[in-house]
């Protein structure tokens, strides 16, 4: 009987399972599917070596890129290695993602790269390139042509040993384009192809990377400038990479496409339009879905890198990413009431429909959790969770099934958006089909209050809304008072709870702090007064 039992149990486990995994795969175009079958039976990295013309280029100054490196040690996402001997090209110690980067080579274009130590790199890397793994992925091969282009070209060096292992790693990443995964990846293929098409003087690479960007520009980038991805850090990539190309493309007298620029140039004007739009007052960008400090480059680098291009800005109204930044007396309120996007490459986005954050005075109060790490563990799956944001949960439930480390199931859709001067009212389906309940938050804003109304419209009465805190504010409860240094939080009838908790800055970095459960019944009335 208990091994029977045991049996049933397992059953019913592996059924969820396929389940969840059928309502994944649903949301995927048939682009990703066939090639995702076609790169598992066809596909080949294997890297064969081809010697081909290469052309000096001419790039204005870029941004110079955080300091990761120094005499053999590496530190990306805030963990340090130093291989005293040979370096191992596929160390994994860290997880894919630290491995991806030490094959990235963005230490390359660092301020204080010696150009001598930067070659040896190279060429360690050329040399090793036969027993190299995840750095002949699509995605690092990418990258690293960029950056190795960019180093080549500031540095004036022509070497036909680094010029021939670049061109057959082209090759690879013309091979194993990432139409399986589409999004950020494939924009980032499209980017790298166009500098490997300029310094190879390649009209099969050019042709192919006009192509992506042409479509994936049109498509990824909303028409309020938001990349569609929603992640603040992801849009500042591929805004950097973005204006690199123009770069590129703007001081080189091959391939003249005055249109082809106009309409890069246009996309960096809207982008460059949403990011200002979005960042508080001191210049940060907000930390929502996943997004994390010392990864790209600051907002105002970004601002003055597109001003030496002569890239204007242009500001659009923001509606279609549903990100909103209220700036307001003492404080600023930034609005998350978008839904996960895209819907066929979500792998960045969170459980967060209708998170918000708070600044007063230009110090946060409330925080977003963050993202500490890409590994699929515990910790992703809480970093990613309704509970790990500023929103409603009910019954222990996500409004959108995230799990994996990048994947999503069902997910929560925003069904109602009104609008008017100083009030913005939400609402979403994401517990519709579970439990019969849909969630409605309105967002009311003055000089010194900011008012939220949740209301549980439907089978289940019971919710319960979460509040992180910085690490720095002092929180002080009383009854249905929560004061919070000079904010004063006060709700309805509810039960609140204070816990500990954390959030993340910055990758592999947690800062313990306190959050507030509250538990309400239909209706939650949240009045900030400050």
Request: proline letters at 2%; a positive charge.
């Amino acid at each position: 009987m208990v091994k029977y039992l045991q049996k049933m149990v397992w059953a019913i486990m592996k059924l969820k399972k396929i389940i969840l995994l059928l309502n994944t795969i649903k949301y995927l175009k048939f682009k990703q599917l066939y090639y995702r079958l076609y790169y598992k039976l066809f596909s080949s990295k294997k890297l064969i070596l081809a010697e081909h013309s290469f052309y000096n280029l001419k790039l204005e100054p870029s941004i110079p890129l955080c300091r990761t490196y120094r005499n053999r040690e590496f530190s990306f996402l805030n963990i340090s290695h130093k291989f005293n001997k040979k370096i191992d090209w596929n160390y994994k110690k860290y997880g894919k993602l630290w491995t991806y980067n030490l094959t990235y080579f963005d230490y390359l274009n660092q301020k204080d790269i010696n150009k001598d130590e930067a070659l040896e790199l190279i060429y360690d890397f050329i040399e090793n390139i036969g027993s190299i793994k995840d750095g002949l992925e699509p995605f690092p091969i990418s990258l690293r042509g960029i950056n190795w282009i960019k180093f080549l070209t500031y540095n004036n060096i022509e070497d036909k040993t680094i010029a021939n292992s670049l061109y057959s790693q082209y090759r690879v990443l013309y091979k194993n384009i990432e139409y399986h995964l589409l999004g950020n990846h494939l924009l980032e293929n499209g980017f790298s192809l166009l500098f490997g098409a300029y310094y190879f003087r390649d009209n099969i690479f050019y042709k192919r990377a006009k192509e992506i960007l042409n479509k994936e520009l049109s498509e990824q980038i909303l028409s309020d400038g938001a990349h569609f991805e929603l992640s603040p850090m992801y849009h500042q990539i591929m805004l950097f990479r973005l204006l690199d190309i123009i770069n590129l493309v703007q001081n080189s007298s091959w391939q003249k496409d005055d249109e082809f620029l106009g309409f890069l140039e246009c996309k960096a004007s809207v982008m460059l339009g949403f990011l200002e739009q979005i960042i508080f007052s001191n210049g940060d960008f907000p930390l929502v879905n996943d997004s994390a400090l010392n990864i790209v480059p600051t907002p105002k680098e970004l601002f003055n890198y597109a001003k030496e291009l002569n890239i204007p800005t242009s500001q659009k109204k923001i509606r279609a990413s549903g990100y909103h930044m209220i700036k307001k007396g003492k404080y600023e309120l930034f609005l998350d009431i978008s839904e996960i996007k895209a819907s066929y490459i979500p792998g960045h986005s969170h459980s967060d429909t209708f998170n918000f954050l708070l600044r007063v005075n230009s110090k946060d109060i409330v925080v977003d959790t963050g993202v500490s790490t890409y590994e699929a563990n515990s910790t992703r799956d809480y970093e990613r969770s309704s509970k790990a944001h500023n929103t409603v949960e009910i019954r222990g439930a996500n409004q959108s099934e995230v799990w994996g480390a990048f994947r999503v199931a069902n997910r929560a859709k925003v069904i109602k958006k009104l609008y008017s001067p100083n009030k913005v009212v939400v609402a979403h389906n994401g517990y519709l089909k579970r439990f019969k309940t849909i969630h409605q938050r309105a967002f009311e804003y003055e000089d010194n209050l900011i008012k939220i109304t949740d209301i549980l419209i439907g089978k289940i009465k019971e919710g319960k809304a979460y509040l992180h805190f910085a690490n720095d504010v002092e929180l002080v409860l009383k009854g249905n008072k929560l004061y919070a240094n000079s904010v004063l939080f006060e709700f309805s009838s509810a039960k609140i709870e204070l816990k500990k908790c954390y959030y993340s800055k910055e990758y592999n970095k947690k800062i313990e702090s306190i959050c507030a459960e509250i538990k309400f019944e239909k209706e939650l009335i949240m009045e900030i007064k400050l």
